[in-house]
């Protein structure tokens, strides 16, 4: 399993979510968001909206699988991403 912490640079509310949904299901990878004490699917559109990630919210990606690596790598870059620079 790989595990990475970051700090997100955008909120992932709706449209936002749904972006990374699609991103995350891209992968065959298992993958996770984790924020506090709460986790869910990141190819869970209703779970990423439950989570409400705000831009500063410390989370932590974890993906198991074969393309685990390029997942986290895409899926923190979407993240670290100022969503003016992205949208």
């Known amino acids: 399993m790989i ?3 970051l700090q997100a640079k955008r909120d992932l509310q709706a449209r936002t ?3 990374f ?8 990878a298992n993958t996770k968001i ?4 709460k986790q869910t699917s990141c190819k869970s559109l209703l779970g ?3 989570l409400s990630v ?5 989370v932590v990606l974890t993906a198991e699988g074969t393309d685990a690596e ?16 992205a949208e």
């Open 21 to 28: 949904v699609q991103l995350a299901g891209k992968f065959e």
């Open 70 to 85: 390029e997942a986290i790598k895409e899926l923190s870059a979407f993240m670290e991403e100022k969503a003016n620079d």
């Open 48 to 50: 990423m909206i439950s």
């Open 34 to 37: 984790a924020v506090g004490n």
């Open 3 to 5: 595990e990475k912490k």
């Open 17 to 19: 979510a749904a972006l």
């Open 54 to 58: 705000l831009e500063g919210y410390n």
